[in-house]
Structure formats: C-alpha cells, structure tokens
C-alpha cells in the first residue's frame, strides 16, 4: 500500500472535455477515500471523498466512483479547464484502530495537462 | 487553514531541525507526511490530545510533539541526505469515531539536506 514510482502517468486532455483518473487501492479494508489535488509547490488539496459504503459520489464539476469488487476508484472532472492542470493524488483510510489513528495511504499520482 | 513554518529551510547532515504547523480551527488531530519529489505523501505519525496515536515507517531520528493548543512540531535529528523532502502537515477531526476525517494539509516545508 504505499506510495511508489519515480515517474508519474500522465493524462493529457483538451480543454473542454472530460477527464478520467484512475487509482487502484491495495487495503480491501479501507474504509475512507479521498481525491487530493496537488499544483506545483503547494500542499495536496482536498478535492472530494467518499465512504465505503458508497459507489458514487458527485462534486462540483467532479464525480468519484468506487469499485470496491476490484478495488478501484476514479476521479471525473467535467469540462476540464487550465486549472485543473496539477497532480491528483488518491488517497485510502484503513479501519478503525484500538488507541486511534487513521493515517492515509497515497497512490502514485497522475499529472493531468489540460491543452488548450 | 492549516499553517507552517518555515516554508523552506537549508540543513547540513548530521544536524537537527524542528518543523512546526498550526492546524485548523476545530481541528484536534495533526498528521505529519514526508513527500519525496515525484512520489505521494508518506505517512509518518500522527498526534491526537498530545500522544503519537500511529506511526509509519520511520526510524526513530523523527519525532514530534502536540501541544495544547493542537499545534504540532516534527523533529528530524542526524539528518541524513535522504531526509531532504517536502514535509506536509495535515490537521482533521478526533480519529475513529465517526465525525468527519478528512486530512486538510499546510502548504508544507521544503527541507534540503547538504
């Protein structure tokens, strides 16, 4: 479940259309899972999530979906605009601890260029 | 939102160095990640009513401390090469009980080690 890669995919879209990001978690346990957007030089920002008691949940011009058959989830973003263009990470919780704690596990990262 | 200082910050090895982040108004609970460039954020610990409730894995050279107030330090002794990074903090709700557990993080801090 952690973090690996030196080299990020990258997802170029035109602007205008929709874009699709996929992420594949590895805690079939999970119970949390979020989408953070990350713009160079800055800290992951909070984008959308869901529980896994849900498949689906829409935003704001965004949407995730969970597939927890196959442990997958993905990001949607509708009529992606030039500021979209960042590193989206996704993000899964483990279940509840005895004493606490609900540290996240991030996925590799995908770079979306928006072109004009 | 969630604050940090400094933003960046020079070290040589073998030297000491403290982080500090201000969480959320609201916020009891303060992560500490460590981002290497290309790579997602890896969990180190995380402090809730000032006791490290999880750790990752990270030796014992980091350290950190929560305070009353919930603001919290990341201490990093004999750095290492390695340990040049960017060091993220994230503040949230009390863990494991059902209130809403999304990690809101801080800008972070640039660390080099030389």
């Known amino acids: 479940g952690e973090s690996v890669g030196l080299h990020l995919p990258t997802l170029s879209v035109q602007e205008g259309d929709n874009s699709i990001i996929n992420c594949a978690y590895s805690?079939?346990?999970?119970?949390?899972f979020i989408w953070y957007k990350q713009e160079s030089g800055k800290g992951p920002q909070f984008i959308i999530d869901?529980?896994?008691?849900?498949d689906k949940r829409q935003g704001q011009r965004v949407t995730v979906l969970l597939n927890k058959t196959v442990k997958h989830l993905s990001l949607q973003i509708a009529a992606t605009q030039p500021g979209d263009s960042a590193v989206y990470f996704c993000?899964?919780?483990?279940?509840?601890?005895?004493?606490?704690?609900?540290?996240?596990?991030f996925g590799t990262g995908t770079q979306l260029k928006v072109e004009l | 939102g969630v604050t940090q200082s400094p933003t960046h910050l020079i070290k040589t090895r073998g030297q000491q160095v403290t982080l500090r982040c201000s969480s959320q108004?609201?916020?009891?609970?303060v992560s500490w990640y460590q981002q290497a460039l290309g790579q997602g954020p890896q969990f180190i610990f995380q402090?809730?009513?000032?006791?490290?409730?999880q750790r990752g894995n990270f030796p014992d050279r980091f350290s950190g401390h929560q305070f009353p107030n919930y603001s919290s330090e990341l201490n990093v002794n004999a750095l290492l090469l390695g340990d040049s990074a960017l060091y993220l903090c994230?503040?949230?709700?009390?863990?494991?009980?059902?209130?809403?557990?999304?990690?809101?993080f801080g800008p972070g801090t640039r660390l080099l080690v030389l």
């Open positions: 994230a503040s949230s709700s009390i863990p494991g009980t059902g209130v809403k557990e999304t990690q809101y």
């Open positions: 869901i529980r896994s008691n849900m």
């Open positions: 805690n079939s346990a999970s119970d949390y």
């Open positions: 993000a899964e919780k483990g279940p509840g601890r005895t004493g606490g704690g609900n540290k996240l596990t």
């Open positions: 402090y809730y009513e000032e006791e490290e409730r």
């Open positions: 108004s609201g916020h009891n609970t």
